[in-house]
């Protein structure tokens, strides 16, 4: 991607900033900030890294004495990164911070690039180039913004930094870290909707892995971030593993409904071998996979292989005990007495 003619001759004219430029600097140019506004535009696939830089990438390689531009490349790389994405990030910056060792720009862009990964790193190496450089409004920035989010709280520092920061920057704004998290996504209840009103199969199944690719992607959003707790992280990973189990129920179901029953049979058998696996790990989802595979052999009218799931269940129950389970699975033994 190429960035606009007029851009290109404005980086060819300009030379470095002089460092009261780079203390004072608080807004892009009004023509920089209209590619920057279009750039923050999503393409049709937000989970597409390339596509979603391309502009920004350009215009950083376009301007690279812009710090302003070199953070809004963060940020996007931030907002569409996966963790090779990330660590590629912070390591370039690194390397330009060691190629520029007195150049509070790129020292600061390096400090910057660890901010969500490694937070608190970031704020050491921001104070510390604040106390060379107090007037460098976009460390305090920074910090404002950091102080302000829920991980890393701390209501008088943030508001002696965002009080600095507006000093210097009377008519700029601070953003909220972290940006908000993707809704979860609805595509696969609305697969499942879809199948039992006898939606087509292909279309059922093409919705469903939609919808895990949209939560994998949400996931991204959490997963490398120390914005978040170690106990949040769990909670969504769980999700998801719930959700790929009924997205391969749905799988299974469809291949009926299209009589594959050959090609079903296969996927329950590889369903099968990851609820062995779970049990293995003691993964805290085994419970919720073993109540899938009962739905399913249950509506495949597999006595047999129902009855060898029941007795998993009961085992689980007598080193689980948990009273809302065994009525889940009393409910499956009633329904299974009931097969032909």
């Known amino acids: 991607m190429t960035i606009p003619a007029s851009l290109v001759l404005f980086a060819l004219l ?32 937000p989970s597409d890294f390339d596509k979603n830089v391309a502009l920004l990438l350009a215009l950083r390689q376009g301007l690279p004495h812009d710090l302003l531009v070199h953070e809004s490349y963060q940020d996007a790389v931030q907002r569409f990164g996966i963790e090779g994405h990330l660590r590629k990030l912070t390591e370039e910056y690194q390397v330009l911070s060691m190629q520029h060792p007195d150049d509070l720009m790129y020292g600061y862009l390096y400090a910057r690039s660890l901010i969500g990964r490694n937070t608190v790193s970031a704020v050491r190496q921001i104070t510390e180039l604040l106390a060379l450089h107090p007037d460098f409004a976009a460390g305090h920035a920074s910090l404002a913004e950091i102080y302000a989010s829920t991980t890393f709280h701390d209501g008088e520092k943030e508001r002696v930094e965002r009080e600095r920061f507006f000093q210097l920057c009377p008519r700029s704004v601070l953003q909220q870290r972290p940006g908000p998290l993707p809704d979860p996504s609805p595509l696969i209840d609305r697969a499942e909707h879809l199948l039992a009103g006898n939606g087509d199969p292909t279309r059922v199944v093409a919705m469903a892995q939609q919808g895990i690719r949209d939560e994998e992607w949400r996931l991204q959003r959490i997963r490398p971030f120390d914005w978040y707790s170690a106990e949040y992280k769990r909670q969504n990973q769980r999700a998801l593993q719930l959700e790929y189990w009924k997205m391969w129920s749905i799988e299974v179901r469809c291949e009926r409904r299209a009589g594959r029953p050959e090609k079903a049979a296969e996927l329950l058998a590889v369903m099968d071998r990851r609820a062995e696996s779970l049990e293995r790990h003691s993964d805290p989802i085994y419970w919720d996979a073993l109540s899938a595979l009962a ?11 129902i009855s060898r799931i029941l007795r998993s269940m009961r085992q689980f129950l007598v080193q689980h005990p948990d009273s809302q389970r065994a009525v889940q699975m009393e409910e499956l033994r009633k329904q299974a007495a009931r097969l032909n």
């Open 14 to 45: 300009a030379p470095a900033p002089a460092p009261a430029v780079l203390l004072a600097a608080c807004d892009l140019s009004p023509e920089v900030r209209s590619e920057v506004t279009n750039s923050a535009k999503p393409v049709a696939d």
């Open 295 to 305: 739905g399913l052999y249950e509506e495949g009218n597999q006595k047999d292989s």
